[in-house]
């Protein structure tokens, strides 16, 4: 087994090899070394969805109105800072679409935290994982403004407010959503990769003071970074559906 891989990966690259080459078949997909089909960031977002499920159990079986336990006020907090900016972003509809933020926030918050703890990795330092977050904001945004406008006048804000400025606007247009993915996934990569190598040095060089300060910092732009896609997803589905279109 390869030795840079997380100590959970080798766990499931031994365990699980099976497995994991019967998924990559299920999807047309060959492992570059069928003993490894498990790659680090593949494992991570396991842990990550298993984490947050944990947690959602724990949340349900202790959810009480008379005395709420310290995992329900957490998840309140996160629930009214969640709904409160998708109000402000996307006004009063808002509410309709705070399962998709709060997910893709919750997500990306213990995604991007979880590479502080050692021997763990961020999974979104590999471009894949922005990359599939991205690509669902995007579908969102685009499905939501097809059901409340309808196909066609959804197309047409694509064409501009006056006719003859069609063959200008289109394309511009079209490139501006295309571009919407590739930013949110360069964004959240670039700062995740930068962050966890920065970290990475400076603790094999380093003793403890300088290490904790950048995995204090790692931490103050994991929460930034989470909040700001899922801000930018608000802002995509508040075009998407606004009236003024």
């Given at each position: 087994m390869s030795t840079h891989e997380a100590w959970l990966t080798?766990?499931?690259?031994?365990?699980?090899?099976?497995?994991?080459?019967?998924?990559?078949?299920?999807?047309?997909?060959?492992?570059?070394?069928?003993?490894?089909?498990?790659?680090?960031?593949?494992?991570?977002?396991?842990?990550?969805?298993?984490?947050?499920?944990?947690?959602?159990?724990?949340?349900?079986?202790?959810?009480?109105?008379?005395?709420?336990?310290?995992l329900q006020h957490v998840f309140e907090l996160i629930r009214g800072f969640v709904t409160d900016q998708a109000d402000d972003q996307v006004g009063h509809e808002g509410h309709h679409h705070t399962v998709i933020f709060a997910t893709l926030f919750l997500f990306l918050l213990v995604a991007n935290l979880i590479g502080v703890i050692p021997k763990f990795m961020s999974p979104t330092q590999v471009a894949y994982v922005p990359a599939g977050c991205a690509l669902v904001a995007?579908?969102?945004?685009?499905?939501?403004?097809?059901?409340?406008?309808?196909?066609?006048?959804?197309?047409?804000?694509?064409?501009?407010?006056?006719?003859?400025?069609?063959?200008?606007?289109?394309?511009?247009?079209?490139?501006?959503?295309?571009?919407?993915?590739?930013?949110?996934?360069?964004?959240l990569f670039a700062n995740m990769y930068a962050g966890e190598l920065v970290t990475m040095i400076f603790l094999n060089l380093t003793f403890i003071v300088l290490p904790a300060l950048f995995m204090g910092l790692h931490v103050f732009v994991s929460i930034l970074q989470a909040y700001i896609f899922m801000l930018l997803t608000m802002m995509y589905v508040a075009g998407a559906v606004s009236e003024e279109h």
């Open positions: 080798q766990i499931f690259n031994h365990y699980l090899q099976g497995l994991g080459n019967w998924l990559l078949a299920l999807f047309h997909q060959t492992a570059v070394n069928p003993e490894e089909p498990w790659a680090d960031h593949i494992v991570m977002q396991i842990l990550v969805g298993a984490i947050i499920i944990s947690l959602l159990v724990a949340l349900r079986s202790g959810l009480s109105v008379d005395k709420p336990g310290k995007f579908t969102y945004y685009n499905i939501v403004g097809v059901v409340k406008h309808g196909p066609f006048k959804y197309i047409k804000q694509f064409f501009g407010p006056i006719w003859w400025m069609t063959p200008l606007m289109f394309p511009i247009e079209i490139i501006s959503h295309l571009a919407r993915p590739l930013s949110l996934t360069i964004r």
